[in-house]
């Protein structure tokens, strides 16, 4: 029961993070790379000596392209040069520049249109619209039979708002790394994005399922007045679950992070971040929520049982 009786300590925290991400969001705004604004991507690779990233840089702003660049280390002798788009002569000018002091080899060169990049992003709102009116679709049908002493559509409203919470949090996270680091947002980043969606709503569906579980063990006239409880039951049988599950994740996540490759390395920071917060919510925000939508709900009845008594006399 300690996380209901102190459920407003936790939306505290949550409106908190909700709020510094918006802001991160709101103020500097997410830096889409070449997979959504279009451009090209050179990734090369020194064979013996490694020339500084200062060196580099200043090796192709020496060609004056007219063209917005931006170098990233990758792995122990390589780099990652992103641009706006350029032709193979630019390419092939970039390469001899950045081999004067070392040799160094083409790894990969891509150029995305920004046609193809406008796409991608209709796509993914339009995934994410689909996935927000199935799961409160799912979710209302699924708890249909404890409609009471909280709506079963509820149930899908309160897991869509915990999903928007752990959404939010990554992508202000990235917001902030873009504006301060130049972390540019990708495809795996919506990837990353629909993963942390799947396993916030896994995460909240579980606990709504031993929520409902309990209920049905409970006479439906009985259920309002021991619904509290009810929800400090569940919560408590699926703490060690819970937690369990979401540690076991991050471990992995995390040595991927750390000793995976550059393309994998913001993929799972978004992935750990997401992961963080879904636990975070499905225990400490969305279960309790539905204790308070449940007093929302009790108090319009009081206040009529109150008018009566005053008619009658």
Known sequence: MFVINHRKIFYGISVVMVAISLFSILNWGVKFGIDFVGGSILEVEYTETKTQKDTVIDDINSLSLDKEFSVRETGESGYIIRSTTITDSEKNQILSAISEQNIVEEVRFNTVGPTLGRELVSKGIMAFAVIVISIILFVAYTFRQVSKPVSSWKYGFVAIIAFVHDVLVPVGLFAFL????????????????????????????????????????????????????????????????????????????????????????????????????????????????????????????????????????
């Not at 680091?181 to 031993?210: H, K, M, Q």
């Not at 699926?238 to 369990?244: G, P």
């Not at 076991?248 to 991927?256: D, E, F, K, P, V």
């Open 178 to 313: 873009g504006q301060f680091y130049g972390v540019e947002v990708d495809t795996l980043f919506i990837v990353a994005i629909l993963v942390v969606l799947g396993y916030s709503i896994n995460d909240t569906i579980v606990v709504f399922d031993r929520i409902r579980d309990n209920l049905k063990k409970v006479k439906e006239s009985k259920r309002k007045d021991k619904f509290e409880k009810i929800v400090g039951k569940s919560l408590k049988q699926v703490y060690a679950r819970s937690l369990n599950t979401s540690i076991t994740t991050l471990i992995a996540l995390t040595a991927i992070f750390i000793w995976g490759g550059e393309s994998t390395k913001w993929f799972s920071l978004a992935l750990i971040t997401g992961v963080i917060a879904g636990t975070y919510s499905s225990i400490f925000f969305a279960s309790p929520m539905l204790v308070t939508l449940s007093k929302i709900k009790s108090r319009p009845k009081k206040v009529e049982k109150i008018e009566d008594v005053e008619s009658t006399q």
